[in-house]
């Protein structure tokens, strides 16, 4: 088994990379399994995109813990919330259930807000505590902050050898309390955080111009405000996600079209209307190209910025994302640029 990329988002906004893209292997063609061959590791990213996917929701006390969770509650309002906003994006392709795991007792401070670091802890005692059935794991930390991180877990060269059950999938995510339970600085739970997340643990990547630096040097990935990845409310569940990650999840099965040269006109559809959803420029190169979508206010895009014909940069060659050139950004660790590029959070220059 080979670790999955590791997306981590910390804070508010701040997120930080564990784990470096995956190698591709000398005797497997990454793109094979997908039938357009657009996408590396399709078959890995489909993992858990479709049917019901079950998460075990634990709240973590920790000693810096000042927020009182009520886990059914926190249970109820997430499950109310995600499950129709990813059964409107994936077209009810996939179901997110969340169940409760129990309590667990952290002897480790959480560190916020001083510090950035990972629970250790309660990821352990969320693995020695889950029932073993589930798909994945959710930690609510029960520290004021409404930033988490999350993986998607083990990868395997035959997905069919691979773990599907929380622990042995190594699936997770880990939130702070403040995106389950109102707080001073936001006056409703930051749900979006949570849908956020569960992406992550899909293999859906951040969407970023890549031009706006954080102080220390640090890429800051959170500046595309027409993708619940990379940018959208900092509570709402208002804003949904691109074409290509829907394409990635096995959620437009039929819904692409190809442009190859020369000129014609085509009409896109947006989310839950009949039609082509995605239009690619393909290049000569695999694994990069131009994908083109549409999207409207309506449903759970009324927070979009604009209205329109949205482009992205897609690139899966390995220094794209950080990686030497016998590497392959898939999944998260897909690089994923609005064209063109974004330097402000609030920008709709790509649409």
Same mark, same amino acid.
């Given at each position: 088994m080979i670790s999955r990329q590791s997306f981590r988002r910390l804070g508010a906004l701040v997120a930080l990379l564990l784990a470096l893209p995956l190698a591709a292997?000398?005797?497997?063609?990454? $793109?094979q399994a997908d039938s357009l061959g657009m996408l590396a590791f399709s078959e890995q990213s489909q993992t858990y995109t479709s049917g019901t996917d079950v998460i075990e929701v634990f709240v973590c006390d920790v000693p810096d813990g000042n927020v009182a969770v009520d886990l059914t509650a926190?249970?109820?309002?997430?499950?109310?919330?995600?499950?129709?906003?990813?059964?409107?994006?994936?077209?009810?392709? $996939?179901?997110?259930?969340?169940?409760?795991?129990?309590?667990?007792?952290?002897?480790?401070?959480?560190g916020w807000p001083d510090a950035i670091v990972f629970q250790s802890e309660c990821e352990a005692l969320a693995a020695l505590n889950a029932s073993s059935t589930a798909a994945g794991a959710m930690i609510i930390v029960d520290?004021?902050?409404?930033?988490?991180?999350?993986?998607?877990?083990?990868?395997?060269?035959?997905?069919?050898?691979?773990?599907?059950?929380?622990?042995?999938?190594?699936r997770i995510m880990v939130v702070g309390a403040s995106t389950v339970v109102p707080s001073q600085e936001l006056p409703n739970?930051?749900?979006?955080?949570?849908?956020?997340?569960?992406?992550?643990?899909?293999?859906?990547?951040?969407?970023?111009?890549?031009?706006?630096?954080?102080?220390?040097?640090?890429?800051?990935? $959170?500046?595309?405000?027409?993708?619940?990845?990379?940018?959208?409310?900092?509570?709402?569940?208002?804003?949904?996600?691109?074409?290509?990650?829907? $394409?990635?999840?096995?959620w437009l099965p039929s819904a692409t079209v190809f442009h190859r040269g020369g000129t014609a006109e085509y009409r896109l559809s947006g989310i839950g209307i009949t039609g082509p959803q995605m239009l690619i420029l393909p290049t000569d190169i695999q694994g990069v190209f131009t994908m083109i979508g549409a999207r409207s206010s309506v449903e759970f895009d009324t927070g979009i910025v604009a209205d329109g014909i949205e482009v992205y940069q897609i690139d899966q060659r390995g220094p794209a994302c950080g990686g030497p050139v016998d590497f392959v950004c898939w999944g998260a660790e897909r690089r994923t640029t609005p064209v063109p590029a974004i330097d402000d959070p609030e920008s709709a220059v790509h649409v």
């Open positions: 292997s000398a005797q497997v063609d990454p $793109y926190a249970v109820a309002e997430i499950n109310s919330a995600l499950q129709p906003y990813y059964t409107w994006l994936s077209g009810g392709v $996939y179901l997110p259930t969340f169940v409760e795991g129990g309590t667990l007792v952290a002897s480790t401070l959480s520290a004021e902050y409404s930033g988490g991180y999350a993986t998607a877990g083990v990868a395997c060269e035959d997905v069919i050898t691979c773990p599907t059950t929380f622990p042995d999938n190594g739970a930051r749900l979006s955080t949570v849908a956020h997340e569960l992406g992550h643990t899909l293999e859906f990547p951040h969407s970023y111009g890549g031009l706006t630096k954080f102080i220390n040097g640090a890429t800051y990935e $959170y500046d595309n405000p027409m993708d619940i990845m990379s940018g959208g409310s900092l509570v709402d569940l208002d804003v949904g996600t691109i074409a290509i990650n829907r $394409y990635a999840a096995g």
